[in-house]
T-cell receptor
Framework: AQSVTQLGSHVSVSEGALVLLRCNYSSSVPPYLFWYVQYPNQGLQLLLKYTTGATLVKGINGFEAEFKKSETSFHLTKPSAHMSDAAEYFC???????????????FGTGTLLAVQP | SQTIHQWPATLVQPVGSPLSLECTVEGTSNPNLYWYRQAAGRGLQLLFYSVGIGQISSEVPQNLSASRPQDRQFILSSKKLLLSDSGFYLCACQRGPATNEKLFFGSGTQLSVL
């Protein structure tokens, strides 16, 4: 079974500062990992994902995340925060599957990012 | 790409009344379909998922049920709503069966049970 823990339900940074949103996962099989973002009054959209290959994954809007198997982590970062980055961010995990098994995308509880001017 | 239609956008229902939320998908065949509920402080909770017509798996014991009468139709129901059923419900679609495909989400239904 898979699970996700997001540390910090609220994170506040200053504009231009580093953004670091933490995500740790638990999975009994090699995981697929995702970050989704929900901007105010908008639906959820995919920010980036890790499936296989390079462990540093780049996403939209300058975000990136690094898969660290030894730490079971998939933290999301951005070097310089913009006001438009204010949103709720969700980390998610699913099981990698080679047999067409059903995917169950399990989400974390979310981190609300506030960006101060 | 897939398009998900979810309705209604908002719904206010009294306790004990029935519920039916509908989700339809365009742009793909044989998708995996999901119902999630988003509650404050609890993130996105997976309620049901379906890999095909008539195939429903329940993740959380509760007052709700789901059905998939057609390939691209997914319905969330309840016979008698509880106060605790209030929340924001999201339908999601994924090109099956690979599990590394991203989810596309509907616009959601805000359900208030009074």
């Amino acid at each position: 079974a898979q699970s996700v823990t997001q540390l910090g339900s609220h994170v506040s940074v200053s504009e231009g500062a580093l953004v670091l949103l933490r995500c740790n996962y638990s999975s009994s099989v090699p995981p697929y990992l995702f970050w989704y973002v929900q901007y105010p009054n908008q639906g959820l959209q995919l920010l980036l994902k890790y499936t296989t290959g390079a462990t540093l994954v780049k996403g939209i809007n300058g975000f990136e995340a690094e898969f660290k198997k030894s730490e079971t982590s998939f933290h999301l970062t951005k070097p310089s925060a913009h006001m438009s980055d204010a949103a709720e961010y969700f980390c998610a995990v699913s099981a990698s599957s080679y047999g067409g098994a059903t995917n169950k995308l399990i989400f974390g509880t979310g981190t609300l990012l506030a960006v101060q001017p | 790409s897939q398009t998900i239609h979810q309705w209604p956008a908002t719904l206010v229902q009294p306790v004990g009344s029935p519920l039916s939320l509908e989700c339809t998908v365009e742009g793909t065949s044989n998708p995996n379909l999901y119902w999630y509920r988003q509650a404050a402080g609890r993130g996105l909770q997976l309620l049901f998922y379906s890999v095909g017509i008539g195939q429903i798996s329940s993740e959380v014991p509760q007052n709700l049920s789901a059905s998939r009468p057609q390939d691209r139709q997914f319905i969330l129901s309840s016979k008698k709503l509880l106060l605790s059923d209030s929340g924001f419900y999201l339908c999601a679609c994924q090109r099956g069966p690979a599990t590394n495909e991203k989810l596309f989400f509907g616009s959601g239904t805000q359900l208030s049970v009074l």
